[in-house]
Every structure is written in C-alpha cells, then in structure tokens.
C-alpha cells in the first residue's frame, strides 16, 4: 500500500454528520443551527428556495469555509482538530456551477490533469476510463470548448469523481441539462450510492429529484424547515413545508 492509499483509508469515513452548525456573514444569518446526517449509500437533497443557505451549505461540507459555531464531523474525522485536512479533503468530490474545465485542453487532458493533482499515478488511464464511463470516450481528444454544455457537465462530474471520493456535493447538477443529459447525470448518483457513496445534492428541479432522495433537508431563511426520509410526493411537500409560518 502507498503513501496516498493509507492516508485515503486513514481519513475514510462512513457517514457526516452536521451538528447545530451556523453560519454567518457579518450581520446576516446565512444558516442558523442546522443539525443532519447522511451515512454511506445514501443520496440526501439540500431544498429550499434561493437564498434559503443551500450553497452556503455544500460550502461548509466541501471544507471551503468554516462554520460560525457548532461542527461538522467525518466519522470520526473534525476538520478543526483535524491534523490532516487534506487527507480528508481528498475524500470529498465537488461539482458546482463553475465546472472548473480548462476549454483549451481536451476531455482526457482535462482529466489527466486533474487526476495528476489528487497525485494519481495512473491518471491516463484513469482519464479514459472516466470518459467511458460518461459515454464520452469517442469525444477523448477533442477540445471541452468544442462541447455542448450537458457534454461538459459529464466531463465536470467525472473530474469531481476521478479520485474516487467518499462524499460527493452537487449544486444545482441538473441546470442546462436536455432529458437525455439528465438522465445519465440520475443514473451516475444512483451508481454512486450503490458503491457506498454519500451523495449530497443541492437542487431546485422537484420532479428529477422525485423517487431518488433517501432523505430531504428543507431549508428556508438559513433554518432547517424539516427533515424527512424518503419523502415522496416531492413537490406537494416542498410547498407544504414552504408554506408553513416560521417560528
């Protein structure tokens, strides 16, 4: 076992866990008190309407800020006390809404590269095998500017992958997406939580997420609205939690 290898399965974890966790900017409260927790082999949903804390969120999960006050565990892993962050930071994979592609380069160089920086000994392989996987592997040595944009979402999703990550954050995934497109991004988070994956999805699009979330966070004005598991009727009870009277 190599260097990168102990230090991956030293800094494994099997759930997280968001503990009275706040946020703030100043004066303003972009998250108050928020407690959940998603174990191995789950897909958990982040909703609630613009400005409700969502991204705010999958930053704190993504180790990119700090919270304000309480905590947020990795198993036994706390980032604060935790001697070696990037170990853990290595286990968590993040897609947003900069899909972080170098246009000029191909999909396997966008891939190598990344690949490279998690220190990847294999990483051209690795490449082609990821754009196997994302139905790509006939697009390997054209240009990403060259691509449509559902095309470079599953560029984007497999380099958040490519290492292969215990925890995987996606921020509104399903934006710009055809049906087709959609689909395959659906059927990629299913896969991952069958691998034993912790996928957290921050999402807008009620009738994609209907019958995939294993639990729901419901956030609104920066508070936890509700939690459920596995909800359904998705869209009747997001305006139902929505509709409620803040404390």
């Not at 691509?147 to 934006?175: K, N, W």
Request: charge should be neutral; proline fraction near 3%.
């Amino acid at each position: 076992m190599n260097s990168r290898d102990s230090t991956a399965q030293a800094t494994d974890f099997d759930e997280v866990s968001v503990e009275d966790v706040s946020r703030h900017f100043g004066r303003r409260k972009a998250l108050s008190r928020i407690s959940f927790r998603a174990p191995r082999h789950t897909i958990l949903g982040l909703l609630g309407p613009n400005g409700a804390g969502k991204s705010t969120m999958l930053s704190l999960l993504a180790t990119l800020m700090r919270p304000s006050s309480g905590r947020i565990r990795y198993g036994q892993h706390d980032l604060a006390a935790e001697q070696h962050a990037s170990g853990l930071r290595g286990r968590i994979g993040v897609l947003g809404h900069d899909l972080f592609l170098y246009p000029e380069l191909t999909a396997h160089e966008n891939l190598t590269f990344f690949a490279g920086l998690y220190g990847l000994t294999d990483a051209r392989e690795l490449a082609f095998a990821a754009l196997e996987r994302a139905g790509l592997a006939d697009r390997a040595h054209d240009h990403v500017g060259t691509f449509s944009r559902g095309m470079r979402q599953r560029v984007a999703l497999e380099r958040a992958l490519i290492h292969r990550p215990r925890l995987v954050l996606l921020d509104e995934p399903f934006t710009g997406l055809d049906d087709a497109s959609a689909a395959g991004l659906l059927a990629r988070m299913r896969s991952l939580r069958d691998e034993g994956t912790i996928v957290i999805v921050a999402t807008h699009d009620l009738d994609l997420a209907e019958g995939l979330l294993d639990s729901a966070v419901f956030l609104r004005d920066g508070r936890l609205a509700e939690s459920l598991s596995r909800p359904e009727a998705l869209r009747s009870t997001y305006r139902a939690v929505m509709a409620r009277r803040g404390e």
